[in-house]
């Protein structure tokens, strides 16, 4: 379908206030992908799907599989691996859903643009209020503990995690020197994470406890 260039900078400037919106919330949250990143993507991918319906009559299947690929590189470069677990996975979602909205909006589909827009600031800005409460029945945590004692000593902190009501669903071991370096992956909730790290700041055994 072709369209004038009226309706093309209508939909490049729809596309900047979508855009801006979502990276207007993640900027008041400090994060990676902020309003400038996301309103570009969303401003990037509405002008690919304009110049796709100009050059091939109206078939935009092409262009949006190549763009598709191409924010999936982009939004690999947000996530990286920290100190208990992986960062960035929201914000590279965000990224990713920013990008089909900038599609919807260069097809020409106003409303579902608008309603993805709203739904993404939704879970966004209202779901972050319901993890604190997930977190209290289930929350996963890495913990690092260095001992002196034998590799038996980890029976003794399993037991200890186990008596907080604590699930271990993952363990490792290096050994340094005399050190020993225990990495546990521990499930539970948020309540008796926090009566294990009380533990084990107390027990004389741990030389050096990371979480």
């Given at each position: 379908?072709?369209?004038?260039?009226?309706?093309?900078?209508?939909?490049?400037?729809?596309?900047?206030?979508?855009?801006?919106?979502?990276?207007?919330?993640?900027?008041?949250?400090?994060?990676?992908?902020?309003?400038?990143?996301?309103?570009?993507?969303?401003?990037?991918?509405?002008?690919?799907?304009?110049?796709?319906?100009?050059?091939?009559?109206?078939?935009?299947?092409?262009?949006?599989?190549?763009?598709?690929?191409?924010?999936?590189?982009?939004?690999?470069?947000?996530?990286?691996?920290?100190?208990?677990?992986?960062?960035?996975?929201?914000?590279?979602?965000?990224?990713?859903?920013?990008?089909?909205?900038?599609?919807?909006?260069?097809?020409?589909?106003?409303?579902?643009a608008g309603g993805t827009t709203l739904?993404?600031?939704?879970?966004?800005?209202?779901?972050?209020?319901?993890?604190?409460?997930?977190?209290?029945?289930?929350?996963?945590?890495?913990?690092?503990?260095?001992?002196?004692?034998?590799?038996?000593?980890?029976?003794?902190?399993?037991?200890?995690?186990?008596?907080?009501?604590?699930?271990?669903?993952?363990?490792?071991?290096?050994?340094?020197?005399?050190e020993i370096n225990f990495f546990l992956?521990?499930?539970?909730?948020?309540?008796?994470?926090?009566?294990?790290?009380?533990?084990?700041?107390?027990?004389e055994t741990v030389k050096d406890f990371?979480?």
């Amino acid at each position: 379908m072709l369209f004038d260039w009226e309706t093309a900078l209508w939909r490049i400037g729809l596309s900047v206030l979508l855009g801006g919106v979502i990276g207007a919330e993640r900027e008041y949250h400090d994060k990676t992908a902020g309003l400038r990143t996301l309103t570009l993507i969303c401003v990037g991918s509405c002008l690919f799907c304009i110049v796709s319906q100009l050059l091939s009559n109206g078939t935009t299947d092409r262009i949006a599989s190549t763009i598709v690929t191409g924010i999936g590189f982009l939004g690999a470069g947000v996530i990286f691996k920290g100190d208990n677990g992986i960062n960035g996975l929201t914000t590279a979602a965000t990224v990713w859903t920013t990008a089909a909205i900038g599609m919807a909006t260069g097809s020409g589909m106003y409303f579902v643009a608008g309603g993805t827009t709203l739904c993404t600031l939704i879970v966004l800005s209202l779901f972050v209020r319901l993890e604190p409460i997930i977190d209290t029945f289930h929350k996963e945590r890495n913990y690092r503990i260095v001992s002196n004692s034998s590799p038996e000593i980890l029976d003794r902190y399993k037991k200890l995690i186990a008596d907080n009501h604590l699930r271990c669903s993952k363990q490792r071991r290096t050994k340094k020197g005399n050190e020993i370096n225990f990495f546990l992956k521990v499930k539970g909730g948020k309540a008796n994470h926090e009566r294990f790290v009380d533990a084990m700041l107390k027990d004389e055994t741990v030389k050096d406890f990371e979480f």
